[in-house]
């Protein structure tokens, strides 16, 4: 399959999964993860219309940055080191992990320093697992109040990553988890955010995550096939 060929099929299940959900012709931002990916594939994707693209490490996202041209927005969707927030403070559109009020200080403090202000989403460790990142899903309320009040950056929304499985339906209670968290703090007026993005479902899981209320979702293998770590 090429990469025209799989991004049609994912579209057409990202309109089913909607309809099945009942939000026909609502908007699901489709982020193509590009970790491991080489410039070209990127390329080709891009021609292809697709034009955000997600990269999970730092150095990967420096090294291809100045090697493609065009219409190209980065989001940084992986775990984040605070001494490595100066090197894409020129590069990216959105930060998809943050989980620790130190982050967000760095964030703040090096987006300040270009006069830019970044759109961020909270990073929720959804299912508690030790060896994941993120903010445990009974604090995240606690946690935004906590960083809300940083100028330079623009809390709008949530991410996920659910826990492997094979089934997609083993995900949904994550998602569905998610949701309430994500309109829980809709509802409570918390002053300086808006959230509007909730960041979850990957190759795997992303029709499960569209029915629960995702509005933003990152695929890598699904759009450039499987990866060769
Ligand atoms: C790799 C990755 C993805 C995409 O994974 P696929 O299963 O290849 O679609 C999405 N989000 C994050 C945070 C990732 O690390």
Known sequence: MTISENLFSIKKRIDSALLRAGRKGED????????????DKISETL??????????????LVDKYPKLAGEI????????QTNKVKYIADKVS???SVDSVKLAQEIDKRFGAIKKVIDI????NID?????????????MEFINSINTYENLKICGLMTVAPMAE????ARIYFKRMKEIFE??????????????LSMGMTNDFETAIEEGANIIRIGSGIFGPRNY
């Open 28 to 39: 699901v931002k489709l982020i193509a993860v590009t970790k491991t990916m080489s410039v």
């Open 121 to 124: 989403l909270v990073e929720v």
């Open 94 to 96: 959105m930060i998809h």
């Open 47 to 60: 021609s292809c219309g697709v034009h955000v693209f997600g990269e999970n490490k730092v150095q990967e």
């Open 184 to 197: 829980d703090i809709k509802k409570s007026n918390i002053d300086n955010i808006d959230m509007k993005y």
């Open 167 to 170: 089934n997609p339906e083993d």
């Open 73 to 80: 927005e980065w989001h940084l969707i992986g775990h984040l």
């Open 128 to 140: 508690r697992e030790e060896s994941k990142h993120g903010v445990d899903p009974n604090s995240v």
